[in-house]
């Protein structure tokens, strides 16, 4: 069983930084990639960023050029580092682990609140 636990949300002025972490605990599974979604009040879940095992990443548009998302493999780790804060980043943010063995499933996090003030 994979197991998400997320830190590192808050309450930021606009302009302001934070870094979220996500650490995967469990055994006998193999990541094949990390990401970052969120939702803000009375919207859907959408994609912030992905990175693969082998390191590709994806950013929604909304956010490239301000967020950076890395990992440490070793320690099935991911990090959202959040520059540049805008008010519409305000959301909870939720961590999503793609498993590819045994088996492909998905994994989420409970969520972080982030919340930027303007």
């Known amino acids: 069983q994979v197991q998400l636990v997320e830190s590192g949300g808050g309450l930021v002025q606009a302009g302001g930084s934070l870094r979220l972490s996500c650490a995967a605990s469990?055994?006998?599974?193999?990541?094949?990639?990390m990401g970052w979604y969120r939702q803000p009040p009375g919207n859907q879940r959408e994609l912030v960023a992905t990175?693969?095992?082998?390191?590709?990443?994806t950013y929604a548009d909304s956010v490239k050029g301000r967020f950076t998302i890395s990992t440490n493999n070793a320690q099935n780790t991911v990090y959202l580092q959040m520059n540049n804060l805008k008010a519409e980043d305000t959301a909870v943010y939720y961590c999503?682990?793609?498993?590819?063995?045994?088996?492909?499933?998905?994994?989420w996090g409970q969520g972080t609140q982030v919340t930027v003030s303007s």
């Open positions: 469990g055994s006998g599974f193999m990541i094949i990639s």
């Open positions: 999503n682990a793609a498993v590819g063995f045994p088996g492909r499933s998905d994994h």
């Open positions: 990175i693969t095992r082998g390191g590709s990443t």
